[in-house]
């Protein structure tokens, strides 16, 4: 773990450490030694422990009274609960954002063509998260997309480990996108808002499968 500059400290800190939660490298479960990752990063401990209340409130952390923080484990039972939020955000999202023009249209056939090439999990979801975030940046509803963004970093962690711990396809999802962007080229809104409620459903089932697996 690199030390950080002091530039933004508070969110450096907060964003290094969700890094390293996402990455594995402060494992499920795993107690969180302030002191220590505060000198990993270069620190003190007050930011580190503000970073802590942050994602606490995320759900990415939880404090036990006179035992500190742990990292969060990952259960079938939050991931069940999780995506299908996100299968009713992000189609109301899109639905408020109207049909796109066409060079967002071309801009998301771009994106979808060069995450077909992405073969590292960490890469993949970052480029996954920039398609979903396009689809939807015309929503004039910042409250809603906000939540969308807290969510996203709750099922990052699930599609990270599940990515890392598997041989998996997935070209499963950049089907489903060309899908989505051939219905809103057709003017279609409703069929595409049908279809991204699927994406999330039909993504959230492998990982299931994984996390149920002995």
Not at 4 to 33: C, N, P, T, W
Not at 88 to 103: C, F, N
Not at 115 to 137: F, P
Not at 166 to 174: G, V
Request: proline letters at 4%; hydrophobic letters at 40%; glycine letters at 6%.
């Amino acid at each position: 773990m690199a030390a950080i500059e002091r530039i933004s400290l508070r969110k450096q800190v907060l964003e290094e450490i969700r890094r390293l939660i996402l990455e594995g490298q402060l494992a499920s479960g795993v107690r969180i030694r302030e002191s220590e990752l505060a000198a990993a990063i270069g620190v003190s401990r007050t930011p580190v422990r503000e970073a802590l209340h942050s994602l606490e409130r995320e759900g990415q952390v939880f404090s036990d009274p006179g035992k500190g923080f742990a990292v969060s484990e990952l259960k079938t039972k939050e991931a069940q609960e999780l995506y299908p939020l996100r299968s009713l955000l992000e189609p109301l999202a899109l639905r408020l954002s109207g049909l796109p023009d066409d060079q967002t249209l071309k801009k998301l056939r771009d994106l979808n063509d060069a995450l077909m090439a992405v073969t590292s999990g960490a890469a993949w979801i970052d480029a996954d998260d920039r398609w979903h975030d396009l689809l939807v940046e015309k929503c004039p509803n910042r409250h809603l997309l906000r939540m969308i963004d807290n969510l996203r970093r709750l099922t990052r962690r699930y599609e990270f480990a599940y990515l890392a711990g598997t041989q998996n396809d997935m070209a499963a999802s950049t089907t489903q996108h060309e899908e989505i962007v051939a219905s809103l080229e057709a003017g279609d809104l409703d069929q595409a808002c049908d279809l991204l409620a699927d994406n999330m459903v039909i993504g959230v089932e492998p990982i299931l499968r994984w996390l149920q697996s002995p």
